[in-house]
C-alpha cells in the first residue's frame, strides 16, 4: 500500500467561489425533491391570509471527506429557531421549518435533548403500563396539546451539510418568492462560513500515520445577496449574526445589512444570547430587547419577545412601509 496520504490541503492562491456556480459543483441533498414538493404542497393547503416564516435552525457541517468520517460542526443547539418557530405559529404564521437533522425541534424541544433521557419523564402506571411522573404531566400536556393544534401549519425539512442547508434554502425561496412580502425569512441557522469544496476534497477517510493535518477551507460565498437580490427579493428577510467580541457586533451587522439589502440583523452575542439581543436597521439606532435572567430562569423565552417585535415589524412592511421600525 502506498505511505502517500490523500490530503485537502490544497496549495493554491485564494480561489474565490461564486454563489451562481457554487450549486454547479456540489451535490444536492437526497431530500431536495422531496421537500421541493412538500412545501409547494404545503403552501397550497394553507389559508392564503395568513403570513408564512422560513424558520433556519441549527449548525451545518462542514465535511472533510467526500466519503464523510469526519467534518467539522459547530456549537448551535437549535434552541433559538425551534422556540421561535413556536412563537410565529402562535401569532398565526405559517412555518416551514428547515432544521438541522436531530437538533432541537418545536414543542418537543424540551424532552428530545434533556440530560435524563425520555425514560425520566415516565413512570410505571400501576397498571402494567406507564404514564408521564405527575411533575412533568401538565407541562407535557400543553406542549402535546400545541404541537396536535398547529400541526397543519408546521411542516419541518431536514438538512445536515452546508450543501444541504443552501440547496434546500434556495429551493424553498424560489417556491416562496411569489408569495412576496407576505413571507419572512427568520435566517437564525448557525452557517459555516468555511468548507471545504467538494473538488478539492479527498475521496476517502484521510489517513494517519504521517503526521499533524493541515486543512485548507474556503470562504463560503455570502448566499445572502443572492437570496435578497434574485431568489425572493421582495420578502420580508431578518439574518442573524453572531458575534463573541462585543466590538464587532454591530459594526458587522451594519455591514451586513448595507452589503445584502435586506430589513433586520438581528444581533447576539454568544454568551448573552439567551436573554439579550439587538435589532439592527439601516436608519436607526440599534433596538435593545432583553429580559430579566430570572425570568429566563422561570421559562420566559426571549423568543417571545422577539418574535413578537419582528411580527409587528413585518406586518409594517406588508403594508407598505419603506422601512421597519
Ligand atoms: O441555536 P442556538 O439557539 O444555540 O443559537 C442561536 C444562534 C446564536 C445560532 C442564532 O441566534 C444566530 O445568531 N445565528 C446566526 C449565526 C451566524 O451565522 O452568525
Same mark, same amino acid.
Given at each position: 500500500m502506498s505511505e502517500t496520504v490523500e490530503t485537502p490541503l490544497? $496549495?493554491?492562491e485564494r480561489e474565490v467561489i461564486d454563489p451562481d456556480t457554487y450549486f454547479d459543483h456540489n451535490q444536492p441533498p437526497k431530500n431536495l425533491q422531496w421537500a421541493h414538493d412538500k412545501?409547494?404542497?404545503f403552501i397550497a393547503q394553507q389559508d392564503s391570509n395568513r403570513p408564512i416564516a422560513l424558520v433556519t435552525s441549527g449548525g451545518t457541517t462542514v465535511p472533510l471527506e467526500n466519503n464523510t468520517v469526519r467534518f467539522v460542526?459547530? #456549537?448551535s443547539a437549535g434552541t433559538r429557531g425551534s422556540a421561535s418557530a413556536e412563537q410565529l405559529l402562535a401569532l398565526g404564521y405559517v412555518v416551514i421549518f428547515l432544521y438541522r437533522e436531530n437538533s432541537l425541534q418545536p414543542f418537543n424541544r424540551h424532552y428530545s435533548h434533556s440530560a435524563q433521557g425520555m425514560l425520566g419523564y415516565l413512570t410505571p402506571d400501576g397498571k402494567g403500563g406507564v404514564k408521564v411522573k405527575d411533575e412533568y404531566a401538565s407541562?407535557?400536556?400543553v406542549d402535546l396539546e400545541l404541537c396536535e393544534k398547529y400541526k397543519a401549519q408546521l411542516l419541518q425539512v431536514t438538512f445536515t451539510t452546508l450543501s444541504d442547508y443552501l440547496f434546500l434554502l434556495r429551493e424553498i425561496s424560489l417556491i416562496l418568492a411569489p408569495l412576496g412580502t407576505r413571507s419572512m425569512f427568520y435566517l437564525a441557522a448557525a452557517v459555516s462560513d468555511f #468548507?471545504? $469544496?467538494s473538488?478539492?476534497?479527498?475521496?476517502?477517510k484521510i489517513q494517519s500515520g504521517t503526521g499533524d493535518l493541515t486543512l485548507r477551507m474556503n470562504q463560503v460565498p455570502k448566499f445572502l445577496r443572492p437570496l435578497v437580490k434574485n431568489?425572493? $427579493?421582495a420578502c420580508f428577510v431578518v439574518s442573524f449574526k453572531l458575534e463573541t467580541d462585543p466590538n464587532l457586533l454591530a459594526p458587522k451587522a451594519k455591514y451586513a445589512l448595507e452589503k445584502y439589502g435586506h430589513q433586520i440583523v438581528v444581533a447576539n452575542l454568544l454568551n448573552t444570547r439567551k436573554w439579550q439581543v439587538w435589532l439592527i436597521t439601516k436608519h436607526h439606532d440599534p433596538f435593545l430587547l432583553q429580559i430579566p435572567l430570572k425570568e429566563l430562569e422561570n421559562g420566559h423565552d426571549i423568543e417571545q419577545?422577539?418574535?413578537a417585535e419582528l411580527a409587528r415589524r413585518h406586518k409594517q412592511y406588508i403594508s407598505g412601509a419603506s422601512e421597519t421600525q
Amino acid at each position: 500500500m502506498s505511505e502517500t496520504v490523500e490530503t485537502p490541503l490544497v $496549495p493554491v492562491e485564494r480561489e474565490v467561489i461564486d454563489p451562481d456556480t457554487y450549486f454547479d459543483h456540489n451535490q444536492p441533498p437526497k431530500n431536495l425533491q422531496w421537500a421541493h414538493d412538500k412545501v409547494k404542497e404545503f403552501i397550497a393547503q394553507q389559508d392564503s391570509n395568513r403570513p408564512i416564516a422560513l424558520v433556519t435552525s441549527g449548525g451545518t457541517t462542514v465535511p472533510l471527506e467526500n466519503n464523510t468520517v469526519r467534518f467539522v460542526d459547530n #456549537f448551535s443547539a437549535g434552541t433559538r429557531g425551534s422556540a421561535s418557530a413556536e412563537q410565529l405559529l402562535a401569532l398565526g404564521y405559517v412555518v416551514i421549518f428547515l432544521y438541522r437533522e436531530n437538533s432541537l425541534q418545536p414543542f418537543n424541544r424540551h424532552y428530545s435533548h434533556s440530560a435524563q433521557g425520555m425514560l425520566g419523564y415516565l413512570t410505571p402506571d400501576g397498571k402494567g403500563g406507564v404514564k408521564v411522573k405527575d411533575e412533568y404531566a401538565s407541562k407535557v400536556l400543553v406542549d402535546l396539546e400545541l404541537c396536535e393544534k398547529y400541526k397543519a401549519q408546521l411542516l419541518q425539512v431536514t438538512f445536515t451539510t452546508l450543501s444541504d442547508y443552501l440547496f434546500l434554502l434556495r429551493e424553498i425561496s424560489l417556491i416562496l418568492a411569489p408569495l412576496g412580502t407576505r413571507s419572512m425569512f427568520y435566517l437564525a441557522a448557525a452557517v459555516s462560513d468555511f #468548507f471545504i $469544496p467538494s473538488h478539492n476534497m479527498v475521496e476517502h477517510k484521510i489517513q494517519s500515520g504521517t503526521g499533524d493535518l493541515t486543512l485548507r477551507m474556503n470562504q463560503v460565498p455570502k448566499f445572502l445577496r443572492p437570496l435578497v437580490k434574485n431568489w425572493a $427579493p421582495a420578502c420580508f428577510v431578518v439574518s442573524f449574526k453572531l458575534e463573541t467580541d462585543p466590538n464587532l457586533l454591530a459594526p458587522k451587522a451594519k455591514y451586513a445589512l448595507e452589503k445584502y439589502g435586506h430589513q433586520i440583523v438581528v444581533a447576539n452575542l454568544l454568551n448573552t444570547r439567551k436573554w439579550q439581543v439587538w435589532l439592527i436597521t439601516k436608519h436607526h439606532d440599534p433596538f435593545l430587547l432583553q429580559i430579566p435572567l430570572k425570568e429566563l430562569e422561570n421559562g420566559h423565552d426571549i423568543e417571545q419577545d422577539l418574535v413578537a417585535e419582528l411580527a409587528r415589524r413585518h406586518k409594517q412592511y406588508i403594508s407598505g412601509a419603506s422601512e421597519t421600525q
